[in-house]
């Protein structure tokens, strides 16, 4: 993963100079403009992980089906689980944009398809890489969340803090809302009570740079569902869970409006879901008005 999302952060800081913005044209299974680089990504990300002997399964969200590379019996023990360029409609604007990435421990015997759709309380890593003013990658592994930063004169990422905790007590949330009008009655009441209660606001519209701000300086990021997307636009998968395992990691909570996202049962590979995560606090102040 390092490996990949280093090459990933080379090709977009040199986009423009190598022309490789901009849409391929072709939507992919989510049914959205495919960006060049979510191409180059994907395959950057599926080459580095496929040569490793230990990856039994590949799922991208640019890719309808898993990739099944080795049984276990083969050595395959793990399946990652991957948005290889999430907020990527921002990259020609130099906005942040990442990668986020899920890993799941295959089990010795059963289906690998089944258990690749396991709860997100069931993942043994996840994390994400962030291309913004520095490369940055956040990981956790069930034990804290680490930060290490890539040191382009040496080509390889450094640890900076290890063990972040969440900040409590920081008044900005972060939404969308343009959707006002289409979230639920809780969300709108929600909102009335931030804009009378000191609260600030700040949304980049890309994912990871949304939440690796909440992750370093609290506050809440919410995605609810709306009545175009009634099930939520984020993905359970590799954009929910990885994000939802680091900040519960921090101390903070993640949740679809009633229960844990780690706890959601899968049902399928590209399914979405509301997302409500941040600091304990912050969380709890929405929970106050959807409950
Ligand atoms: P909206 C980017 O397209 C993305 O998947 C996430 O990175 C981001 O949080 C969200 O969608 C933004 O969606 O509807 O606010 O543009």
Redesign the pocket.
């Given at each position: 993963i390092s490996l990949a999302t280093k090459a990933i952060g080379n090709k977009i800081r040199c986009a423009r100079i190598e022309d490789v913005v901009g849409e391929v044209g072709s939507e992919n299974v989510q049914g959205?403009m495919q960006h060049r680089l979510d191409v180059i990504s994907n395959e950057l990300i599926l080459r580095c992980l496929g040569d490793r002997d230990n990856v039994g399964i590949l799922a991208s969200e640019e890719n309808e089906t898993p990739f099944l590379l080795r049984s276990r019996e083969e050595g395959g023990r793990y399946a990652v689980l991957f948005?290889p360029l999430?907020?990527?409609?921002?990259v020609d604007s130099s906005v942040g944009?990442?990668t986020i990435f899920s890993v799941l421990r295959l089990p010795d015997g059963g289906s690998r398809e089944v258990a690749m759709l396991s709860p997100g309380k069931d993942q043994v890593a996840a994390g994400y890489v962030l291309y913004g003013s520095s490369t940055v990658l956040v990981l956790t592994t069930g034990n804290g969340v680490d930060m290490f930063v890539l040191d382009q004169s040496i080509g390889s990422f450094v640890l900076v803090t290890k063990g972040i905790q969440i900040p409590s007590g920081n008044k900005t949330y972060s939404i969308?809302e343009?959707?006002t009008e289409k979230f639920s009655k809780e969300i709108q009441q929600y909102l009335e009570w931030v804009h009378e209660n000191d609260y600030s606001s700040r949304?980049?519209?890309?994912?990871?740079a949304?939440v690796h701000r909440v992750l370093l300086k609290g506050g809440v990021?919410l995605?609810p569902p709306t009545k175009e997307k009634p099930e939520g636009?984020?993905r359970l998968m590799y954009?929910a869970n990885p994000m939802a395992m680091v900040i519960e990691q921090a101390g903070g909570m993640a949740v679809d409006g009633s229960k844990r996202i780690l706890e959601i049962e899968p049902s399928g590979l590209h399914e979405r879901t509301s997302v409500i995560l941040g600091s304990s606090d912050q969380v709890g102040a929405v929970l106050q008005h959807c409950s």
């Open positions: 959205e948005d999430d907020g990527s409609s921002n944009v990442g969308n343009a959707y949304y980049i519209g890309s994912m990871v949304d990021f995605y636009k984020l954009e």
